[in-house]
């Protein structure tokens, strides 16, 4: 485990702070919050039952803007996508079983949960928290919680989370116990659980258009407005914890970082999504804004599809010589800037069992055309697309340009292609696309199955590679750490080795807010942006 | 304008907008994959994408979606949009507003700067003034207004903080993305107001004017400028298009929420019932406006209204 | 691109080999086209150039060394003139290469257009019908729809976009502008002479539209297209901005504007130049293609509302070395003055209309007086100065028209010399004109009674009510019916004799003291005729107003003035009382004239026509203006100017025939 780096001491205190402050959210008491001496918290218990309509109290009606860089891509209907900016709002509307609010994933804290206990190698016993209430106003019960569970598992249904998850049975003690049971040992449960928004059963049961147009779940804000680009939100004043001090939170997508940042610095917006490296600067010196960045989180590399290729599938020479045909420390430097890192591994650098992988890829020359040699290449090989998206990853397009500038040095066909996101997204995984490479991005929560899954037989980037397929399914049910480390190690190992994709670099992920904005987390493990705690302060 | 006219001229208007409802239909269809594939995020399990592909609709033949659409588009039902359940109509019809009063403000200042400035011009063709204007007309037009607004903005937004950089809210975000507008809009009118003076000043009427012991000025502003505005309004149905499009890169810079940015942003994430939703009110909004461009041409010059041309 | 750069293209095509030759030497004297010219063929010569001007390679990339300042920064190196980007790439290469491509896509798509539009509109305009309806059609759709937004959505959904998606998304939609202009062209020269007789000799329609419509039609294109270029020019790098330009690594203006504007607050520089190159770019080749329009079209640079001032009032152009000095041996007309003096007093006017050729001397110095209740008939064929005279006299000569030299004494009040805004108070309230072509002296957008009440209220300050109560007498003097209804009509819906009659009843309304009348009864039948004059010249009479009665009409005169001024080539031939010049005409031409009278008995209407021309009005001239055709030319006719001899009786004949020592001898 890393510890978590930020932009600045004074943003990374803050993330300690509040991070400490959630931990301690049942008991959290007035003074702990910073803003909290000022003036006092109108969002009592008391004040719960009023209509969020109405007249806000002295101090409230705080309404903030945070615009996104990923557009909203899908509809409501839960555990339908894995697309981040999906599981980003999710995180505002609803709750989780367990939190992990420090970042150390061996360290759960209870959310909807209350406790748990491991009761065998496949069972586990969760006792829920009394007294919470879907935004409908249903309480909260174990029929919700088996309901969730067992269709983000795919055991009830199609999930886009199954891909991560491991099928699992859900058995209601009673009202408030439930139990869950995988086939085999599931290692990564509680991180799983972490990342499944728990979702009333009524509205899983009942009418579908309801379920994909209006989220209901129990956390600190609830969607009031759904339009295309721009999703409001307003303060859930039936909170079970402590209320949100933000009354209004819209989120918008704009998908042109300079148009973000103009709004950022023209006052518009409150805070911004995914800083490009070149705004950094702009941003550092600027008075009445910050950074807040976490590092390593998301694993870019370019994906390969198998049968675009054929020598990219057959030969291991060939993969070789194209990992060896670029340097990655001089993007990293000049282009992603910030605090990237060049791939050490195909995990992310930030997750549990991360292990620098030995030799490191760099630009060889003589190296990739002895590789080429071998794969009997003499040409430098057929001809092949890169693609990569503008607008999304931090400067995709230079970095691909770039690594192309290389691979054509050395002799190699690439040719470039960019496009937007939906472009890219269609080539890579419809029927008849025609590039073989793609510029694109993996997050994980942190735990390595999440980070391994998507390279296994279970997802479109699996070549066929048995050994890895297998590596993938011990280490989601290997329960014992070390042996998991082991397990992890190898699977680590064995990739580097085959290289079935080019591993580039380690992103890190920045926002900026403005100073009077306080409180906004960025959970470490996950670019979940958490605005039940902040605030505007002065 | 009789009946007959009117008739035939609501007739064309109705091809026009079936016939570019058609075009955006196929070309979208034709020239790419799977929506169902570019709605869902990468990641998403292929019986999911199935199931959308069939909420969406894009199981069924192509002809079958076009008649479905244009039945639909009949009823005045526009769709719903692939991302979400969002109706499309609403959606539009929404931003439509945003767009035409930015569009209106920068047709209603061009024209007026273009009339002052064409008519100063033309007092005097060639003195320094008409320099002074076609050389503004001249610098106007090789403008890119994309990067004018990129200009403002860095100007008037960032360092000086007089005007907001994006969105609409008060009159203030108005001013910025009105000026970029009517920059490009501006000098086509006044060149063809200028040379529509010039015209109407060589006319024997404004001769016979004078003769009758008008001044100068009268002359003018009333026989010079009602004359000479015509031209203008015709030429306003025809930069429609124009300002539409300079419409969509400035909704784009400043954030704005008009049809135009709605379009660009529904490209994104190939969110096709959207875009014909926005190309569609795009069409009629074009075909209505060059109706009253009509309408407004003949309450102005009555030859026209007598039916003459 | 605009139909009304269209317009001015279409009027600009240069007409003849000849044409063009002289269309060079004029862009080469007017200083903006000459600067858009070097410009547009500075950024063509970059572009050409580029592989061999270019210190780097457009594409190599340095990321050791990205973003390096401009050699003008602090910071910058030789090396890099215009810094580097943000792959370390030499940006002063790029915009070399951008240069290149950005006007190669622009020029590929602007041929692509015209290429089309020629064709259609050739075909459209030539073979008509169906085809040409159905082009026309398609061009409504085109133009009723904004095609950009579909070209962003084509664009946009095309996953792998090329230069050639780029050419045709542009290109296409400019077709409709081409093809309406070539059209309008073709159905003009389809029916020219030489065509029809290609088709006589039996050119089947492919070989008439290609070997003789074609080429007479193409020259429109190119001032079209080069304007074309421009706008193609911004909207390539639109689209470029939008992110649907080139796909990388190939440099266009547009994409290195849009990389740039990523780096933009680190690196300002980046976006500033592109931005710079394609505003230079577009603006060289507007200017280029507006000098060329206004070159070839003078009447963009002609008229226009101020006056130009009769350079008389200067000292220095007094002696206007184009004229003829004034003959010593002409009869004094001396400027009268006190109470007996006429109403108006013309002295030795000269009106130029100076070009840059040469000089058309409209009036060549002639004198006459108005007295007060006089009706002075001015007889001349066209071209005889007599409409120009009364134009002058209300100081609205056209430009470049102006009086040269002479004096217009109202009341003693030289009008040459009076003020604009003199001159605006003397109209209408002193000096009424009654232009010829009433149509097109009424403002066809403003009712009669408009008009009339504007004038009215104007000159007298009455009120409203009492300015329609006046316009409505007025109509109803001149014999209109139904004044009422009439005020509300346009002139469009009223014959012309009404709208003579408006005219008229204009001119009157308002009481001037002078009323000048061009032509009033002209494209009249002859009953109306003679029912309008009658009525002018008593409503002149019973107001007390002086008449001068223009005319090409000679038994006009005979019949209605009291007063004839025969004018030929500028110059006065005979003056005097009417009965005195009719019955006893002095001066040949004043003969002619007469004889060329249709005369009713002989049932023929035609008019005889006097055999010859007029002579050039540019020349100088010296001897008499009639000599050429005059039937009884002496030598003397042809070497000495006539001065007006006196006849006796305020009646004089600028005429040789007339000189005192001839008249002492023998009478003709």
């Not at chain 1, 770039?402 to 080539?427: C, F, H, K, R, Y």
């Not at chain 1, 890190?508 to 403005?514: I, R, S």
């Not at chain 3, 547009?40 to 580029?50: D, F, N, P, R, S």
Request: charged content about 20%; overall charge negative; hydrophobic content about 45%.
């Amino acid at each position: 485990m890393r510890a978590i780096p930020s932009r600045s001491s004074r943003s990374r205190s803050r993330i300690v702070v509040v991070g400490l402050a959630l931990s301690l959210a049942l008991a959290a008491c007035a003074s702990d919050d910073p803003g909290a001496d000022e003036e006092p918290d109108p969002a009592t218990d008391e004040q719960a039952g009023d209509t969020t309509d109405g007249e806000p109290a002295a101090g409230d009606g705080q309404a903030v803007r945070f615009l996104m860089a990923e557009n909203f891509w899908a509809d409501w209907r839960p555990y339908s996508s894995t697309a981040l900016s999906q599981k980003r709002l999710e995180r505002q509307i609803y709750d989780y079983l367990v939190d992990f609010p420090s970042g150390d994933l061996s360290q759960p804290e209870p959310s909807l949960a209350t406790s748990w206990e491991q009761v065998d190698d496949t069972t586990w016993e969760f006792t829920l928290r009394e007294d919470v209430v879907f935004h409908d106003g249903q309480p909260l019960t174990a029929e919700d919680v088996k309901a969730s569970v067992e269709l983000a598992s795919g055991t009830a249904g199609e999930s886009a989370y199954a891909l991560t998850w491991a099928p699992a049975e859900v058995e209601v003690v009673d009202d408030q116990t439930v139990r869950i049971t995988t086939e085999e040992p599931f290692a990564p449960l509680l991180v799983e659980l972490w990342w499944t928004p728990i979702v009333s059963a009524a509205w899983l049961d009942g009418d579908e258009s309801r379920l994909q147009s209006e989220p209901n779940g129990t956390g600190p804000f609830r969607l009031v407005s759904d339009d295309v680009n721009v999703k409001t939100m307003e303060r859930n004043p039936d909170y079970w914890g402590e209320p949100a001090q933000i009354e209004t939170l819209v989120w918008e997508f704009i998908q042109d970082p300079q148009t973000r940042l103009n709004a950022l610095l023209s006052g518009e917006a409150h805070a911004i999504d995914r800083v490009p490296p070149e705004h950094l600067e702009t941003i550092e010196n600027e008075d009445g804004v910050e950074l807040l960045g976490v590092t390593g989180i998301e694993s870019v590399n370019l994906y390969v599809r198998t049968g675009r290729l054929p020598i990219w599938d057959e030969s291991a020479d060939f993969r070789r010589a194209v990992n060896l045909s670029f340097d990655r420390q001089p993007l990293v430097d000049n282009l992603v800037m910030g605090s990237a890192e060049a791939a050490g591994s195909f995990l992310p650098t930030n997750t549990m069992f991360y292990q620098e992988q030995q030799p490191p890829f760099t630009a060889d020359p003589e190296a990739a055309a002895e590789a080429l040699a071998a794969a009997g290449v003499d040409d430098g090989g057929p001809p092949f697309e890169i693609w990569v998206a503008e607008g999304f990853l931090p400067r995709a397009v230079p970095v691909v340009e770039a690594i192309v500038a290389q691979m054509q040095e050395i002799g190699l066909n690439p040719t470039v292609v960019t496009s937007d996101v939906a472009g890219l997204i269609d080539d890579a995984f419809g029927e008849d696309g025609t590039g073989a490479m793609y510029h694109l991005s993996w997050a994980s929560a942190g735990d390595p199955h999440q980070a391994a899954a998507v390279y296994s037989s279970a997802f479109a980037w699996y070549f066929g590679d048995e050994e890895l397929d297998a590596l993938v399914d011990q280490g989601r049910t290997t329960l014992d750490p070390s042996e998991r480390e082991q397990v992890y190690a190898q699977l680590q190992e064995h990739m580097w080795e085959q290289a079935w994709h080019v591993p580039l670099y380690n992103s890190d992920f920045t926002m900026a807010h403005v100073s009077e904005l306080e409180g906004i987390i960025v959970q470490p493990h996950s670019f979940r942006t958490d605005f039940h705690r902040a605030r505007l302060g002065n | 304008m009789t009946g007959r006219v009117l008739v035939t001229r609501l007739g064309h208007m109705v091809l026009v907008v079936l016939a570019v409802m058609t075009i955006a239909f196929f070309v979208l269809r034709l020239a790419t994959g799977d929506p169902a594939r570019l709605v869902n995020p990468p990641g998403t399990p292929e019986n999911i994408i199935a199931q959308t592909r069939a909420q969406i609709g894009t199981d069924r033949s192509l002809p079958v979606q076009y008649l479905t659409y244009l039945g639909d588009a009949v009823r005045g039902d526009l769709g719903t949009s692939f991302r979400g359940a969002q109706s499309v109509g609403r959606t539009v019809m929404a931003a439509l507003p945003n767009t035409l009063s930015l569009a209106g403000l920068a047709i209603l200042f061009s024209a007026a700067i273009a009339l002052v400035l064409g008519a100063l011009a033309a007092w005097r063709p060639g003195g320094l003034f008409d320099r002074l204007v076609l050389g503004y007309a001249a610098l106007a037009q090789a403008t890119a207004p994309f990067w004018l607004a990129v200009m403002l903005i860095l100007v008037f937004s960032l360092r000086l903080r007089m005007f907001p950089a994006i969105d609409m809210s008060s009159w203030r975000s108005f001013v910025l993305p009105v000026t970029t507008l009517v920059v490009a809009l501006s000098p086509v009118l006044t060149r063809t107001a200028r040379q529509s003076f010039l015209e109407t000043l060589n006319e024997p009427y404004i001769k016979a004017a004078r003769a009758r012991g008008l001044p100068n000025w009268r002359v003018f502003a009333v026989h010079g400028v009602k004359s000479a505005s015509m031209p203008i309004i015709t030429l306003i149905g025809l930069q429609l298009g124009f300002l539409l499009a300079g419409a969509v890169v400035v909704e784009a810079i400043f954030n704005w929420p008009g049809i135009g940015k709605l379009i660009l942003d529904s490209l994104a994430s190939r969110d096709f019932p959207m875009i014909q939703g926005g190309i569609l009110v795009a069409a009629v909004v074009f075909v209505v406006m060059n109706f009253v461009v009509d309408l407004l041409y003949t309450l102005l010059d009555p030859r026209v209204r007598a039916g003459q041309t | 691109m605009s139909d009304v750069v269209a317009a001015a293209a279409e009027q600009s095509a240069p007409k003849s080999t000849r044409a063009g030759r002289d269309v060079g030497r004029r862009i080469l004297r007017s200083p903006l086209a000459m600067l858009g010219l070097v410009g547009t063929l500075l950024v063509l010569a970059a572009a050409v150039l580029a592989p061999w001007l270019s210190p780097h390679d457009p594409t190599s990339q340095n990321l050791a060394h990205i973003l390096a300042p401009p050699i003008w920064a602090e910071g910058g190196t030789a090396e890099h003139l215009l810094g580097t980007d943000g792959l370390g790439r030499d940006v002063a290469s790029r915009l070399l290469h951008g240069a290149r491509n950005s006007l190669f896509v622009a020029v590929a798509a602007m041929l692509i257009g015209s290429g089309l539009g020629l064709v259609t509109g050739l075909v459209a305009g030539f073979f008509g019908g169906r085809v040409e309806a159905l082009i026309m059609r398609l061009g409504d759709v085109q133009l009723a729809f904004p095609f950009i937004l579909l070209a962003i959505a084509i664009l946009g959904v095309v996953a792998d976009r090329s230069a050639l998606h780029l050419i045709l998304v542009l290109g296409i939609p400019g077709w409709i502008i081409y093809a309406r202009v070539v059209r309008s062209r073709v159905l003009a020269e389809r029916e020219k002479e030489y065509v029809q007789a290609a088709r006589a000799v039996g050119a089947g329609s492919w070989r008439r539209l290609f070997r003789y419509v074609f080429p007479s039609v193409w020259q429109v294109v190119p001032v079209i297209a080069l304007l074309d270029v421009g706008f193609l020019i911004i909207m390539e790098s639109t689209l470029a901005f939008l992110g649907l330009g080139l796909p990388p690594p190939s440099p266009t203006w547009g994409g290195i504007l849009a990389e740039g504007r990523r780096n933009m607050v680190v690196s300002p520089w980046l976006p500033v130049l592109p931005g710079l190159a394609i505003l230079v770019t577009v603006l060289s080749i507007n200017l280029f293609g507006d000098g060329l329009a206004a070159v070839i079209d003078p009447r963009l640079r002609r008229g226009g509302m101020r006056r130009i001032l009769p350079p008389s009032l200067t000292a220095a152009s007094w002696h206007d070395p184009g004229t003829a000095a004034r003959d010593e041996s002409s009869p004094a007309w001396p400027v009268a003055t006190g109470e007996g003096a006429p109403l108006l007093q013309v002295r030795d006017l000269r009106i130029d209309f100076p070009a840059t050729e040469s000089t058309v001397h409209a009036v060549r110095g002639i004198d006459f007086d108005l007295r007060r209740g006089e009706t002075l008939g001015v007889v001349g064929e066209s071209g005889s100065g007599k409409s120009v005279t009364a134009t002058a006299i209300l100081q609205l000569l056209d430009p470049p028209g102006r009086v040269s030299t002479g004096q217009i004494l109202l009341d003693g009040e030289d009008l040459a010399r009076a003020s604009n805004r003199r001159m605006a108070q003397l109209r209408g309230r002193q000096l009424g004109m009654i232009f010829q072509n009433p149509a097109a002296s009424l403002n066809p957008v403003l009712t009669i009674g408009y008009q009339m009440r504007e004038a009215l209220r104007q000159v007298t300050g009455c009120t409203r009510k009492e300015a329609a109560e006046r316009s409505h007498r007025a109509l109803l003097d001149v014999g209109i019916p139904d004044p009422a209804r009439v005020a509300r009509q346009y002139p469009f819906e009223l014959s012309g004799g009404m709208n003579q009659r408006v005219m008229i009843a204009m001119a009157l309304a308002a009481s001037p003291r002078v009323l000048l009348a061009d032509e009033p009864t002209t494209a009249l039948d002859t009953t109306t005729q003679a029912q309008i004059l009658r009525r002018l010249v008593d409503l002149t009479e019973e107001h007390e107003i002086s008449l001068v009665l223009i005319t090409h009409d000679i038994a006009v005169v005979a019949e209605y003035a009291d007063t004839v001024m025969v004018l030929y080539a500028g110059e006065v031939c005979e003056y005097g009382p009417v009965r005195q010049v009719v019955d006893d005409p002095r001066h040949p031409y004043t003969r002619a004239l007469l004889e060329s009278v249709p005369r009713v008995e002989t049932a023929d209407e035609r008019l005889v026509p006097i055999p010859g021309d007029l002579p050039d009005p540019r020349a100088q001239r010296t001897g008499c203006p009639f000599a050429a055709r005059c039937p009884e030319v002496m030598d003397v006719c042809r070497e000495v100017k006539p001065p007006r001899f006196d006849i006796g009786g305020r009646h004089d004949a600028a005429c040789h025939l007339w000189a005192p020592d001839r008249v002492a001898g023998s009478k003709p």
